[in-house]
């Protein structure tokens, strides 16, 4: 059996490599490791798992075959519907659910899906519960898949939508000044069914007086992302929220900036939000049409934060493909930079074991770990925004906190790793590389961790400068 789990779950094109069948083993596994995990168990109870989805046509199957393996592995299921992946981690945690599942494949195109599972606390199961999984679907006879009555029952199925609600509170309420808007925390769910105690997100003016365009790229933030704006005060356009099952990311979204940037000069708003397919993301467009990266979220999030006194250890997390930009902004405000390999995963980790509270990639997860679990598109949004408006400037002149230097990214596929990283030709080009380029700019050349392929990154105060490097540093490597 070839390894389900990569860097973010199970994915794949649905129907093919994500079928209703694997859907449902995987569930009924995961209900089975999760038991394991679970002890003592409560004599009379059952598990409890809340369950979510993008609005891809695949979820409405893969979601009735992930509800069907956990209720017939004797779980209780809170079904969400349409939610935000970080939707599913923070209802996870403030529900006391057991396991949370999402169903989306994120930023890629409407074919594919995916499922992400969440343990109790809302953070990402960890890699040797997914091992355990995946050894009992290799398993089934010892897997707990056979069939048969669950001890405790089979697990009963009720909607949950309402609970969007609490989630939209919460974010309303992590905002410094506004106190408990409703979000209930600390509520736990009771055994076969979650609290009921659900106050709505009041609607506050944070955002008052600035007009933004929101680009839900058809996906699971279609609803809430212009809801959550608005209940802030804000005068909202929303454009890619007519999800049809099939147009998720297609044109749209923080994959195709272009329709943002196009939207905001239409419509002469302040200030443009993209996600992408399950709002984890969130990238911006000042009111110019000009991209403001993940990076530069990143750096004006950083000094909101020290600024108040919130910023733990005056240090902020983030992966080696951050901007030279970026690093040089936060020596000048004097805050430390822990750098980790790319993926949200590796800079959740980071954080976790430092105790820091901010991190992110310049692809737009953005996590803020005193107010959630994973990274979280709209929340970064509105703390984005809300920084524009306390300051009464534009986006445009926050963003001035970092120069973002010109980086070209080349990937050299179809080449041996191994052999690259052992080269002393490619090790002396790289030094040479960097000679030239003296503390100017910054160069990366490392291995690809999910195909045969090494990527070279060359950052340099113009762009032709870097462009040369980086197809010299290629060419080096396709001549091994």
Do not use: W
Not at 175 to 191: E, K, M, N, S
Not at 196 to 225: E, N
Not at 430 to 435: E, G, L, Q, S
């Amino acid at each position: 059996m070839r390894r389900l789990f990569g860097t973010d779950g199970v994915r794949g094109v649905a129907g093919e490599d994500l079928t209703g069948e694997l859907a449902m083993d995987l569930a009924t596994a995961a209900a089975g490791v999760v038991q394991d995990m679970r002890a003592p168990a409560v004599p009379g109870t059952r598990l409890v798992a809340v369950v979510g989805r993008d609005p891809r046509a695949s979820g409405e199957f893969l979601e009735a075959a992930v509800v069907a393996g956990l209720a017939g592995a004797g779980v209780d299921v809170l079904r969400l519907g349409v939610i935000p992946t970080p939707g599913v981690a923070f209802l996870t945690a403030e529900l006391g659910a057991d396991i949370g599942v999402m169903l989306s494949a994120s930023h890629n195109p409407a074919p594919d899906n995916g499922i992400k599972l969440f343990a109790r606390g809302g953070f990402k199961l960890p890699d040797a519960a997914e091992d355990e999984i995946e050894a009992r679907m290799a398993s089934p006879g010892t897997a707990g898949l056979a069939g048969g009555v669950p001890v405790g029952g089979f697990g009963r199925v009720r909607d949950a939508r309402g609970e969007h609600e609490r989630y939209l509170a919460h974010l309303l309420s992590s905002q410094p000044g506004t106190g408990d808007l409703g979000a209930v925390h600390g509520a736990r769910a009771a055994r076969g069914g979650a609290g009921r105690v659900i106050h709505a997100a009041r609607a506050t003016t944070q955002l008052a007086g600035l007009r933004v365009v929101v680009d839900c790229a058809h996906g699971a933030a279609s609803a809430l992302a212009p809801m959550l704006l608005r209940r802030a005060g804000a005068d909202v356009i929303a454009i890619g929220a007519e999800p049809d099952g099939e147009n998720i990311n297609a044109d749209c979204g923080s994959t195709h900036l272009e329709t943002l940037s196009a939207a905001v000069l239409k419509h002469g708003a302040d200030a443009g939000i993209a996600h992408d397919g399950d709002a984890d993301r969130c990238l911006a467009v000042d009111a110019e049409g000009e991209v403001v990266d993940g990076d530069q979220i990143l750096a004006i999030l950083a000094l909101e934060l020290k600024a108040r006194g919130l910023l733990a250890g005056d240090t902020v997390v983030t992966t080696v493909m951050s901007n030279l930009g970026f690093r040089k902004a936060m020596a000048r405000a004097g805050i430390t930079m822990v750098e980790t390999a790319v993926g949200d995963r590796y800079v959740l980790e980071a954080m976790r074991a430092g105790d820091f509270v901010l991190g992110g990639e310049q692809s737009g997860h953005i996590i803020m770990l005193d107010h959630a679990t994973t990274g979280d598109g709209m929340l970064t949004a509105l703390h984005l925004l809300a920084a524009v408006a306390r300051h009464g400037t534009a986006l445009a002149d926050l963003a001035r906190v970092m120069t973002r230097y010109p980086q070209v990214l080349v990937n050299v596929a179809g080449v041996d790793k191994e052999r690259a990283a052992r080269s002393p030709r490619l090790a002396a080009a790289v030094t040479a590389a960097k000679a030239e380029l003296g503390a100017a700019g910054r160069v990366l050349v490392r291995p690809s961790g999910t195909e045969p392929a090494v990527r070279v990154m060359v950052e340099a105060t113009d762009h032709e400068h870097a462009q040369r490097l980086a197809e010299d540093l290629a060419a080096t490597i396709r001549s091994l």
